[in-house]
């Protein structure tokens, strides 16, 4: 089973950025769409970006496009989510999820493989 492990949150200012990784155990090219979700206390998980096998095709959620850009290295197992102009309504625990189903969902019980989170808070 894969081991997807997420890196590069931490506490930054409102309008900074930060830049998480996340690197699987195994090719990152087995699985059609990898992708980022948030989730805030209370909240439920939502999907932030998610990107296709080839990287071709991407998904944004509304509230982050123009600030966030996903991207992933097949050669190296890894994905990015590169977080730009960063809001306090960003903060969040980010999880990295790999789905192995052909086709885009949003759908977080779609995605079978996930990584054990990493907290991002944005002071004002």
């Known amino acids: 089973q894969v081991q997807l492990v997420e890196s590069g949150g931490g506490l930054v200012q409102a309008g900074g950025s930060l830049r998480l990784s996340c690197a699987a155990s195994e090719r990152t090219s087995s699985y059609y769409f990898m992708g980022w979700f948030r989730q805030a206390p209370g909240k439920e998980r939502e999907l932030v970006a998610a990107i296709s096998r080839s990287g071709s095709n991407t998904y944004y959620l509304d509230s982050v496009k123009g600030r966030f850009s996903i991207s992933r290295d097949n050669a190296k197992n890894t994905v990015y989510l590169q977080m730009n102009s960063l809001k306090p309504e960003d903060t969040a625990s980010y999880y990295c999820?790999?789905?192995?189903?052909?086709?885009?969902?949003?759908?977080?019980?779609?995605?079978?493989?996930w990584g054990q989170g990493t907290q991002v808070t944005v002071s004002k």
């Open positions: 999820a790999a789905d192995r189903n052909p086709g885009f969902t949003r759908a977080k019980e779609e995605y079978a493989y």
